[in-house]
């Protein structure tokens, strides 16, 4: 069943790790099938190494394990509670990358200070509120969910395509699984140039008019970056 989602999930998590975002089995990818509703997510505490395409767990919309031999990642209903509540969206990745983690553990989102920033995000990356005792103890993961989603309720999850769950780390989503990775590459690299910002001395933000013309000019109907019916760009930010 969905065979072709679950390579495609196995290859996005192998990927956090090709990329540096994860060590151990500290992180997750999810994608979900947009005929089916199925989700397709990397199965709970699974060594890297020799883990495989067949070994992705297949679940329904409400968490039911409908063809796989272990269990899903232990944030499945994070995921799913996500795929619930933002439809538009096919692909989440959770990570625990050094700098991105650093930011949701001090609490903090992490400003757009630069164009670098401003070409992936629309703005602040935020972080959400600490989650409750009774939160944590009852329902961890599915809160963990609803707190994203109600850091969001004034965002744009399409414009800022991640988030810091405070004290925990960053979540990253998109249309696919691919380009929720390749947010979540963007995201701790951004979240890296943040810091040694900060470490230098500035705290004050790009200014709005310079922000606003690098995320327009690579997303939205007037956007004019890279080459007309291609894909990523090839050459970085610029």
Excluded at 43 to 60: E, F, I, Q, T
Excluded at 179 to 194: F, K, P
Aim: aromatic share 10%; net charge negative; hydrophobic share 35%.
């Amino acid at each position: 069943m969905l065979e072709n989602l679950k390579t495609r999930v196995y290859r996005a998590n192998t990927e956090l790790v090709r990329s540096g975002l994860v060590i151990h089995t500290w992180g997750n990818a999810s994608a979900r099938d947009r005929e089916t509703g199925m989700i397709v997510i990397k199965p709970s505490g699974v060594d890297y190494n020799r883990m495989k395409a067949g070994d992705m767990v297949v679940l329904d919309p409400d968490g039911n394990i409908i063809e796989g031999e272990y269990k899903p990642s232990t944030d499945a209903l994070t995921h799913l509670y996500l795929y619930k509540k933002w439809d538009f969206i096919n692909g989440i990745v959770h990570t625990h990358s050094t700098y991105a983690t650093s930011w949701a553990h001090a609490g903090r989102g992490i400003p757009a200070f630069g164009t670098t920033h401003a070409d992936h995000f629309y703005g602040e990356v935020p972080c959400t509120r600490r989650l409750t005792e009774e939160e944590t103890e009852n329902d961890y993961e599915i809160n963990t969910g609803k707190v994203i989603a109600e850091r969001f309720s004034d965002l744009d999850p399409l414009a800022v395509p991640s988030v810091l769950v405070n004290c925990h780390g960053p979540f990253s989503w998109g249309p696919d699984a691919e380009e929720a990775v390749y947010n979540a590459i963007a995201l701790e690299e951004i979240a890296r140039m943040a810091f040694y910002t900060v470490l230098l001395g500035n705290i004050r933000p790009v200014d709005d008019y310079l922000l606003k013309k690098h995320y327009e000019r690579k997303h939205g109907k007037n956007a004019y970056y890279g080459q007309k019916g291609e894909g990523q760009e090839e050459e970085g930010p610029l």
